[in-house]
């Protein structure tokens, strides 16, 4: 037995035991590892008692009430680029925040925080301030989750609720994390002035919207840009947004729409989207109203069983009034329908501009089927490299481009699943510069960790994107939701489960449902043996040349 203690160089204390080996706190002369509440009874005690750069490891629990959810004054001390504050849990998951672990306002020069493997029943909000200078960066959230629940089981959120809310500030990283439950935005960043907050990354999130009630003043969506700039979403899921009849908001406030899945809104300007799905979905699948400051696009995506692509207006908010521009390129849409809820309903359509006709949004390289409505319906639209197919009308106010093409139906063997375009099909190679008409999302974008501007920030890896990362944790988690007895649309009541989708049922092999085969199986086919093979290395290690084996017996 060895035992260490009390050593004073470098601000060492340890115990040590041979086969046992337990640290409660380990520290340098620049970071200690807490853990809690071994050392810390609650989150606002840790922050106080934490310096910058240090550790907090959060043991599995339940962790409620107010001294359990940062606010301006608790919050951890800003770390710096080569250590980051970090407050993350022991086991991902496992570390319960009913209340939500931040709700905080007017944080001040919070930079360098990383939070990691939280799981959060209410809202969570980062709020800075509207000067530019005091407002937090350099904060990164990774793989936590955000089941924003009813309140006293009347369905009600607050109007400006969020799973994860950003509010002024810039250089976020929101990675491999997901947000369902009752709220307004799944994930939404927000400016007070326009581009206040700037340059966030959502990287590999999913979003499922459950009941919307209470919101009076606001419109929802799974993901958000309001005035904010330079906003990129790489990898993100809206799925499964189907019981429009427990969004009660459209009923109680005639100004409200019905909601989008990716959101750019008063003025945002610069937004991507890349590699993205919305499927399942009684939303406009992207759109708003952004501003004319820098172009936004979509890019290599897929709306799939919505009932609108694109929904967009002119706005006068951060810009002039002139139509901000945009492009979409290889898109894979299709199974377009009407809503029928009976409120705010939306006729199934494809790409629409309303308040205003100048401008241009290019729309290219994409495949758009079985759209029981009108695809281009304005003359700002221009199409070309485009598969047009089985849709009730394909051009209104337009003519078609040069390389458009109307024979070729997608599901005849180019589309056999939605992430991919088959390769040798019809679809593949015959697109501008030998590109496909549509949607390859088969590896991750932007590297790991990475900010917006970083270098890889924004290109596509070598690592495969499914099977998708946690997907178990994400489907057991949404999976539980309920929101208790809510009002529904027309009227009564109802109660609406999360066992459903992906979350329910069994997968074309016959196991438990995933995620990943949720997705690559809905048109039908099973799901490519290769997505979840693994290699396993058989080869036994050689004994290095340097080490002598004895064997005793």
Known sequence: MIAISNCHFNKCHASIIIGCLTFLAFSTSYATTYYMPDRFATLRAACAGMSG????????????????????GYMPP????????????????KAYFPDGWVNCSNTVNAQYLQFEGLKSGGGCTLYGRPTPALNPSYIKVLRCSF??????????????????????GSYFL???????????????????????THHVVFRRCVARK???????????????????NYIAFQNCIVIDGN?????????????????????????????????????????????GSPSNVAAWSVNNSVAWDVPEITWTRNTAECSSTAFSPYTMNRLTAGHIRSTSSGVADITARGFTQYMGSTGNADIKNSNISDVLGTVFSSNVF??????????????????????????????????????????????????????????????????SGTYYGDVGWNTVTSDALWP?????????????YSSGTVNIIPSGTGTLSGTRGFCNGNSKDGTAQTLTKYIWEYLGNRIPAEIYSTSLDTTPPSIPQSIQLQIIN
């Open 53 to 72: 750069g240090d550790t907090l490891i959060i043991r599995d629990g339940t962790y409620s009430g107010l001294n359990n959810t940062m606010v301006q």
């Open 78 to 93: 800003s770390g710096s680029a080569g250590a980051y504050t970090i407050i993350k849990a022991e086991h991902d998951g």
């Open 147 to 168: 089941g924003t629940l009813t309140t006293a089981n009347s369905g009600t959120v607050s109007g400006t609720a969020a799973g994860l809310n950003i509010i002024e």
């Open 174 to 196: 929101v990675e491999d994390c997901w947000s369902y439950g009752a709220n307004s935005y799944s994930f939404s960043v927000y400016a007070g002035t326009c581009g206040n």
């Open 210 to 228: 459950d009941n919307i009630g209470g919101n009076t003043n606001n419109n929802t969506s799974a993901f958000a840009a309001y005035r904010a």
């Open 243 to 287: 019981r429009d009849e427990y969004w009660i908001d459209m009923q109680t406030n005639s100004n409200i729409e019905r909601p989008y899945g990716f959101y750019i809104l008063r003025g945002a300007a610069g937004v991507s989207i890349d590699g993205c799905i919305v499927l399942n979905f009684k939303g406009m699948a992207f759109g």
């Open 382 to 447: 221009s199409s070309d490299y485009n598969c047009l197919y089985g849709n009730t009308t394909n051009y209104s106010g337009l003519s078609g481009g040069a390389h458009d093409t109307t024979t070729i139906n997608p599901l005849a063997g180019s589309l056999l699943y939605l992430p991919r375009i088959e390769s040798g099909s019809a679809l593949s190679g015959t697109g501008s510069g030998g590109s496909d008409r549509g949607a390859n999302i088969l590896y991750k974008i932007g590297t």
């Open 468 to 480: 998708w990362p946690n997907e178990d944790r994400i489907k057991s988690e949404m999976a539980a």
